[in-house]
C-alpha cells in the first residue's frame, strides 16, 4: 500500500500536517495567541522582502514572455495542446483564486472604500478610485505572476525534460541531478505540500464562512457558528474526495467547466440588474488608474504610516503575496500538468494576461455596484453597528436587487463548487509531489490528502477564523519564497541552455545549406563558363607539342 510513496517526502509532511492541525483543534486559543505573535515578527521583519520578492517575479514573468525563450515548447516541437483554450482557461481560473474572488469581490473594494489605507485621502470619488487599484494590486499581475514561475519552471522540467511532477526538478538546473534526487529534494518538497496544504486550508476556511453566511441569509440557519462550519467543511470535502478519485479528466474538469459558466452568467446577471452604465464606466477608469499607479503601488510598504500602516500593511498586502506564494506549489503543479504543449510566449500570456483582465472586471461588476451602492443616500452595505463583515457584503449587496434570493443562491452553490474543485486539485497535487512525482497517483493517497486539507482548515478555523487562516499562508510562504527564488534562476538557466543549442544547430543548418547551395553554383557555372575554354587551351598545347615534334625529326 504504502510502495507507492516517496518515503522521505510522504512521512514527514503528513507528520507536519497532523501535529500543527492536531495541536490547532486541541488548544485554539493557545495556538491562535502563537500565531499572532509569530505574525507579528514576520511582517515586521519580512514584510519589505515580500513586496520586493513579488515585484521581482512580475518582472521574471514579463521577461520571460517576451524574450526570445517564448517560441520553445513544453513539450516536444510539434506536439499540441493537451485541453483546449476554453477548458484550459476554466481550470486555471478554478484551481487558482475562485473562492477568494467571490469572498473578497464585492467586501475588498468596499472595505478600502469606507475605511481607505492610512495615508489615503480625498473626497468619495478618489477614494473610490484608490480602492479599487489596490484591490486590482493584490488580485491581478503580481498574483499570477508568482504563480508564473513556479508553472513555468514545473512545465518545462516535466514535458520538455520529462522529469516526475515535482517541485525539486524545476531545480534541477540549478542544484544538479544529485541533489535534487536526494535528502535536498525531499526537503523542498516537503515545504511544497506544507505550503500547499496550508494555503488550501486558507482558501476552505474562507469558503466555509461565505457558505454559512449565505445559508443564514437565505434563511436556512439562524446563525452562522462554528459548528455550522465545521459541518461544511466535513461535508464539501466528502465531495472533494468524490471529485479527485476521478481524476482530471473528469471530475476536476467537468466541476471546473460548470463553475466557469455559473460565474460568468452570475457576472452578466448582476451586472445588468445593478448600474450597468456605472460599472462599466467605472471599469475603464478604475483600469486606467491602476496602471497609471501601478509602480508605486507595487513598491508601497507603508513606511510613513506608522504603526497603523504596518497594521494594514500585514492584513491585506502581505497576506495576499504570503497567500499566493503559499498557494504557488499547488496552482503551479496544477498549471503545469494542464499546460503540456504550449510555447512559453502562450503559457505566460494564458496564465498572466488573461486571467488578469476577467479578474478586474469581476471586481469592477461586484466591488464598482458595492461602491455605487454604498454611495446612494439612505443605503448601505454595513452592519448596523458600523461595521464591515466580509462574508455578509456580497449578500447584503444582493438583498437590494432584483432576483436577489436566486443570485445569493447561484453565490452559495458557486462558493461550494470552488470549494470543491480547490481542495481536490489541491490534493492531487500533494498527492503526486508525495508520490515521488507520479502523474496517477493511487486514489487512498488522494482521499487522505483531502481530509487533511479539511482538518488543516477546522484546526486553522477554531485557532481563531480569519486571522488565523492568514496567518498561516503568511508564515508558510516564507521558506517557500527562497525556492521560487532558485526556480527564477534555474527556469533561465535552463532556457539559457537550450536557446544556445537551438542557435548552433540553426547555425550548423545554414551552414549545410550554404555549403551544398554554393559548391553546387561553382559546379555549374565552372562547366558553364570554364568547360570549353579549359578544353580549346589543351588541343592548342597538343596541337604546338605535335608541330615542334614534328620539326625536329630529320
Given amino acids: 500500500m504504502f510502495s507507492s510513496v516517496a518515503p522521505g517526502v510522504f512521512w514527514p509532511a503528513l507528520a507536519i500536517v497532523l501535529v500543527t492541525s492536531g ?41 520571460m514572455g ?48 469606507t475605511n481607505p489605507k492610512p495615508g489615503v485621502e480625498g473626497d468619495s470619488g478618489e477614494l473610490a478610485q484608490s480602492a479599487m487599484a489596490q484591490v486590482f494590486l493584490h488580485w491581478g499581475f503580481h498574483a499570477w505572476a508568482i504563480y508564473v514561475v513556479v508553472g513555468l519552471g514545473l512545465a518545462y522540467a516535466i514535458h520538455r525534460k520529462g522529469r516526475p511532477i515535482s517541485i525539486r526538478w524545476a531545480l534541477e538546473p540549478l542544484l544538479g541531478e544529485e541533489r535534487v534526487r536526494g535528502r535536498f529534494g525531499d526537503v523542498i518538497d516537503v515545504v511544497a505540500i506544507v505550503g500547499t496544504v496550508a494555503g488550501v486550508a486558507t482558501s476552505l476556511g474562507l469558503g466555509v464562512q461565505q457558505i454559512s ?30 471529485s479527485v478519485v476521478s481524476g482530471v479528466g473528469r471530475g476536476i474538469k467537468w466541476l471546473s467547466n460548470a463553475n ?49 500602516g504596518q497594521a494594514w500593511q500585514a492584513a491585506w498586502t502581505t497576506f495576499y503575496w504570503g497567500w499566493w506564494m503559499s498557494w504557488a506549489p499547488f496552482v503551479g503543479v496544477f498549471i503545469a500538468r494542464i499546460s503540456r504543449g504550449r510555447t512559453v510566449r502562450e503559457f505566460v500570456a494564458g496564465v498572466l494576461l488573461v486571467p488578469t483582465f476577467v479578474t478586474f472586471l469581476w471586481f469592477a461588476v461586484l466591488g464598482g455596484t458595492a461602491i455605487y451602492t454604498q ?47 480547490s481542495s481536490d486539485s489541491g490534493s492531487l ?11 496517477d497517483p493511487p486514489k487512498w493517497s488522494r482521499i487522505l490528502w483531502a481530509s487533511m486539507e479539511g482538518l488543516v482548515a477546522i484546526g486553522l478555523m477554531l485557532a481563531g477564523g480569519l486571522i488565523a487562516l492568514q496567518t498561516g499562508a503568511i508564515l508558510t510562504a516564507l521558506p517557500f519564497s527562497l525556492v521560487m527564488i532558485g526556480i527564477c534562476l534555474a527556469t533561465y538557466r535552463a ?13 550548423r543548418q545554414r551552414r549545410e545549406e550554404l555549403t551544398r547551395e554554393v559548391g553546387d553554383e561553382l559546379t555549374d557555372n565552372f562547366d558553364d ?26
Fill in 23 to 63: 495541536l490547532a483543534i486541541a488548544f485554539p486559543e493557545g495556538t491562535g495567541e502563537a500565531l499572532a505573535a509569530v505574525q507579528g515578527d514576520v511582517i515586521g521583519g519580512f514584510g519589505w522582502f515580500y513586496v520586493l520578492l513579488v515585484a521581482g517575479f512580475v518582472g521574471f514573468a514579463l521577461w
Fill in 66 to 113: 517576451f524574450s526570445r525563450f517564448g517560441d520553445i515548447t513544453l513539450g516536444q516541437d510539434d506536439e499540441e495542446p493537451e485541453f483546449s483554450l476554453p477548458a484550459w482557461f476554466s481550470m486555471l481560473f478554478a484551481a487558482g483564486m475562485g473562492i477568494g474572488l467571490v469572498f473578497w469581490g464585492a467586501a475588498e473594494p468596499l472595505t478600502f472604500f
Fill in 213 to 242: 453566511a449565505g445559508l443564514v441569509s437565505v434563511g436556512v440557519f439562524d446563525e452562522a457558528g462554528k459548528p455550522l462550519m465545521v459541518g461544511l467543511i466535513i461535508a464539501i470535502t466528502m465531495l472533494a474526495i468524490v
Fill in 260 to 308: 466557469l459558466v455559473l460565474a460568468g452568467v452570475f457576472l452578466v446577471a448582476l451586472l445588468l440588474l445593478g448600474p450597468t452604465l456605472f460599472v462599466m464606466r467605472e471599469f475603464v477608469q478604475s483600469l486606467g488608474v491602476y496602471l497609471s499607479e501601478v509602480l508605486s503601488l507595487t513598491f508601497d510598504t507603508s513606511a510613513y504610516t506608522g504603526e497603523d
Fill in 375 to 421: 454611495m446612494q443616500e439612505g443605503q448601505t452595505l454595513l452592519e448596523e453597528d458600523g461595521s464591515i463583515v466580509s462574508e455578509n457584503v456580497l449578500f447584503n449587496l444582493l438583498e437590494g436587487l432584483p432576483l436577489g434570493g436566486l443570485l445569493s443562491g447561484i453565490t452559495i452553490i458557486l462558493v461550494t463548487i470552488f470549494f470543491v474543485t
Fill in 429 to 439: 497535487v500533494v498527492d503526486m509531489l508525495a508520490s515521488g512525482g507520479d502523474a
Fill in 495 to 507: 532556457l539559457k541552455a537550450e536557446h544556445r543549442l537551438l542557435l548552433r544547430a540553426e547555425s
Fill in 529 to 554: 563558363h570554364f568547360a570549353e575554354p579549359v578544353e580549346r587551351t589543351v588541343v592548342d598545347v597538343l596541337e604546338r607539342t605535335e608541330r615542334r615534334g614534328r620539326k625536329r625529326k630529320p
